[in-house]
């Protein structure tokens, strides 16, 4: 399975924004799902967004829609998500994986999980 890599985290205040990008290194299916997934002290883990690589189907968690923006970029081969008005409870450490395809990621079937970045918004 591909190896993915999270960056571009930060500390910042409320209603900044952050790009983070998922550097994946091995190779991509048409049919893969990358997902963000965003963990925080005492919560239980959220995924945020998520993507087809081959597609145009994207999924957002109730909490970020209309401000993050998750999309991929082919020839740099990597998955990014744009993260608009920031609030506190957007804090955690954003980690990103990959499905094999919408079935696997609808039951949250995923391989291992890279190392996060760790996105902190103060008020």
């Known amino acids: 399975q591909a190896h993915l890599a999270a960056s571009g985290g930060g500390s910042v205040q409320a209603g900044s924004s952050l790009r983070l990008t998922c550097t994946v290194s091995?190779?991509?299916?048409?049919?893969?799902?990358f997902s963000w997934l965003r963990q925080a002290p005492g919560k239980a883990g959220e995924f945020v967004a998520s993507?087809?690589?081959?597609?145009?189907?994207?999924e957002y968690a109730d909490s970020v829609k209309g401000r993050f923006t998750i999309s991929r970029d082919i020839a740099n081969n990597t998955v990014n998500l744009q993260m608009m008005n920031l609030t506190p409870e957007d804090s955690g450490i954003y980690s990103c994986?990959?499905?094999?395809?919408?079935?696997?990621?609808?039951?949250?079937?995923?391989?291992?999980w890279g190392q996060g970045t760790q996105v902190t918004v103060s008020a």
């Open positions: 993507l087809i690589w081959g597609g145009t189907w994207t």
């Open positions: 091995g190779p991509t299916l048409n049919m893969n799902v």
């Open positions: 994986g990959v499905a094999r395809t919408i079935a696997y990621h609808q039951r949250r079937e995923y391989g291992s």
